[in-house]
């Protein structure tokens, strides 16, 4: 009998500090609000890593890449295929690459960490992990530099061969798992 008296004034208290239909959150945000059930401040937002930009004091270039795309055709699923994007600096600055992206992890650029001359040439090695992908796939490496455009942009593309599922073999002998007619039992 005491639980219950004690459950009912318990209820009962609760139903005086948190009004009927209200929220928590609406209760703490209301300014003359007597009660704070929540009084404890939200965790801080995690640290965010800055990536990497181009430096922008230093003087504008060109580039030039012999192709912006590179098709791969169709392929196999866990194929790992290489392309290397061969590119000039077309300016009269060093080239210098802050970074180079891939839209997804399948796709892995490596990029010349030193200031490229003017009128040097480069490479930008990207490697592309078909995976379990299925179908045409198009991938982007984002290139940032000092260059005028930034950033830019190359294309990975291919068309992923889905395996065919193996065919369910019949047994050798039909007659294996067949009931054998009655009338064959007696002799």
């Given at each position: 009998?005491?639980?219950?008296?004690?459950?009912?004034?318990?209820?009962?208290?609760?139903?005086?500090?948190?009004?009927?239909?209200?929220?928590?959150?609406?209760?703490?945000?209301?300014?003359?609000s007597p009660?704070?059930?929540?009084?404890?401040?939200?965790?801080?937002?995690?640290?965010?890593?800055?990536?990497?930009?181009?430096?922008p004091?230093?003087?504008?270039?060109?580039?030039?890449?012999?192709?912006?795309?590179?098709?791969?055709?169709?392929?196999?699923?866990?194929?790992?295929?290489?392309?290397?994007?061969?590119?000039?600096?077309?300016?009269?600055?060093p080239?210098?690459?802050?970074?180079c992206?891939?839209s997804c992890?399948?796709?892995?650029?490596?990029?010349?960490?030193?200031?490229?001359?003017?009128?040097?040439?480069?490479?930008i090695?990207?490697?592309?992990?078909?995976?379990?992908?299925?179908g045409?796939?198009?991938?982007?490496?984002?290139?940032?530099?000092?260059?005028?455009?930034?950033?830019?942009?190359?294309q990975?593309k291919?068309?992923?061969?889905?395996p065919?599922?193996?065919?369910?073999?019949?047994?050798?002998?039909?007659?294996?798992?067949?009931?054998?007619?009655?009338?064959?039992?007696?002799?």
């Open positions: 009998m005491k639980s219950k008296i004690f459950s009912f004034f318990l209820a009962a208290s609760l139903l005086t500090v948190v009004p009927y239909g209200k929220s928590i959150a609406q209760i703490n945000d209301h300014p003359a009660v704070q059930l929540n009084p404890v401040a939200p965790a801080p937002a995690k640290p965010t890593v800055a990536e990497p930009v181009v430096d004091n230093l003087p504008k270039t060109t580039i030039e890449f012999s192709e912006m795309e590179w098709d791969f055709g169709r392929i196999k699923q866990e194929e790992k295929l290489v392309h290397v994007f061969k590119f000039t600096n077309t300016g009269l600055n080239l210098t690459i802050a970074q992206k891939g992890g399948c796709t892995v650029p490596e990029w010349p960490k030193e200031p490229i001359a003017p009128g040097a040439a480069g490479e090695k990207v490697q592309f992990n078909s995976g379990k992908k299925k045409k796939q198009n991938k982007t490496v984002t290139i940032q530099a000092n260059t005028d455009p930034n950033p830019t942009i190359l990975i291919s068309d992923i061969e889905v065919a599922e193996p065919a369910v073999a019949e047994p050798a002998n039909k007659n294996i798992l067949q009931p054998v007619p009655s009338e064959q039992k007696n002799n």
